[in-house]
């Protein structure tokens, strides 16, 4: 069975600080991709950054990136100089590149960031 | 953005009523999903649909069916709606079912259930 684990329900940082919430998964597949999405307080569903199983680099957007760690199964997302704007409920989610399960995504629990001036 | 809206965006009904929900998309993507969204569960697959009149159930898809006739439109149907259907439901359009390719969410619906 797939499983996406977010340990952290909250996590507060300063501003203009960096936070890492944390992202661990459990698959057999070896084809996979890793998702972040950001939901502010307005509800709606942000896609923020993408992380294959193959990728030997970690991804990179703008202030968002992902430490990924195949090995220990983890996919932490980082953002650096943390903003007001960035208090939010964080989603990691994973799809395996397996064609039964036509690209749905497993969830974790989300993690509530709260960013403090 | 995404060109997904569902509809409505609020509704409130009674136990026992049929609901129906709908998401309309204008990017042709051949997958649509339906989640809800419940505290301290985070995004959990109801229904999905990998073409017209292709759908498959999810993990939680007791209580619900789904209907796709048009690339455009995938609706999710409560027949008989219970208390514990009250949630944030989502829809969620992809081009592809592998790869670098996101899902794309619509805004939700709120529903609850008296």
């Known amino acids: 069975a797939q499983k996406i684990t977010q340990t952290q329900p909250g996590m507060f940082v300063q501003e203009k600080e960096a936070v890492t919430l944390d992202c661990t998964y459990d698959?057999?597949?070896?084809?996979?991709?890793l998702f972040w999405y950001k939901q502010p307080s307005s509800g709606e569903m942000i896609f923020l950054i993408y992380?294959?199983?193959?990728?030997?680099q970690n991804a990179t957007e703008g202030r968002y990136s992902l430490n990924f760690q195949k090995a220990r199964k983890s996919a932490n997302l980082v953002i650096s100089a943390s903003q007001l704007g960035d208090s939010a409920m964080y989603f990691c989610?994973?799809?395996?590149?397996?064609?039964?399960?036509?690209?749905?995504?497993?969830f974790g629990r989300g993690t509530q960031l709260t960013v403090w001036p | 953005d995404a060109g997904i809206t569902q509809s409505p965006r609020h509704k409130v009904t009674e136990t026992g009523t049929p609901v129906t929900l709908r998401c309309h998309q204008t990017?042709?993507?051949?997958?649509m999903y339906w989640y809800r969204q419940d505290p301290g569960h985070g995004l959990r697959l109801i229904h999905y649909?990998?073409?017209?009149?292709?759908?498959d159930k999810g993990e939680v898809s007791d209580g619900y069916s789904v209907s796709r006739s048009k690339t455009e439109d995938f609706l999710l149907t409560l027949e008989s709606a219970t208390s514990s259907q009250t949630s944030v439901y989502f829809c969620?359009?992809?081009?592809?079912?592998?790869?670098?390719?996101?899902?794309?969410f619509g805004d939700g619906t709120r529903l609850s259930i008296l």
């Open positions: 698959t057999s597949d070896q084809s996979y991709g």
């Open positions: 992380q294959g199983s193959y990728d030997e």
């Open positions: 969620a359009i992809s081009e592809s079912g592998q790869g670098d390719q996101p899902q794309h």
């Open positions: 649909s990998y073409g017209v009149k292709d759908t």
């Open positions: 989610a994973m799809r395996l590149n397996r064609g039964s399960t036509l690209g749905r995504l497993y």
């Open positions: 990017e042709n993507h051949r997958y």
